[in-house]
């Protein structure tokens, strides 16, 4: 089992609650998501890696930590992709050892555009479970707010 944590600080629902229907049917796999909140002191939020590994894959908006057979994606909010890496900064490398907690990459979710490409683009943070069974995570922090580094889940 595999604890996983809050990338970032905000509110935990559900993945069924995301409006994109890749993650809300879990296509991608299981898992929660996070509305984030503004910094109080304004500014940027710096997303941390939710498991210790290997971090697998890096993009501006998006990344995969691989730890003890486990793999987790964060997604940084919705259509960002089509942002073509503007308003990310990227903190670590890929293929690089990373511990839980450690800085990825920041970004401000309050400066996201409404649209971008012909698409709604939305702040929503979906942390995925890679190749997880469907409906096979669970989280008690659902409709709480947390912090960076908070339990998100346990894999099952």
């Known amino acids: 089992m595999t604890d996983v944590l809050s990338p970032c600080p905000g ?27 503004a910094d109080p002191s304004g500014g940027r939020t710096t997303v941390v890696s939710p498991i ?3 971090v697998l894959k890096l993009l501006p908006h998006a990344f995969v930590v691989l730890g003890d057979g486990v793999g987790v994606l964060v997604h940084l909010g919705i259509n960002t992709v ?18 839980a907690g ?4 920041t970004w401000d979710p309050s400066a996201l555009p409404a649209t971008a490409g012909g698409q709604d683009v939305s ?11 469907k409906g096979s995570v669970t989280s008690d922090a659902i409709g709480a707010a947390v912090a960076a580094g908070d339990l998100l889940f346990r894999t099952p």
């Open 102 to 105: 450690d800085p990825m990459i």
């Open 82 to 99: 089509r942002l073509e890496g503007e308003g990310f900064d990227v903190l670590a490398t890929q293929g690089s050892d990373v511990a």
């Open 11 to 37: 509110r935990v629902v559900a993945m069924t609650d995301v409006p994109d229907p890749v993650f809300a049917e879990e296509m991608v796999g299981p898992g929660v998501a996070i509305e984030p909140l």
């Open 52 to 54: 210790a590994g290997t």
């Open 123 to 133: 702040p929503v943070v979906p942390v995925v479970l890679m190749d997880g069974e």
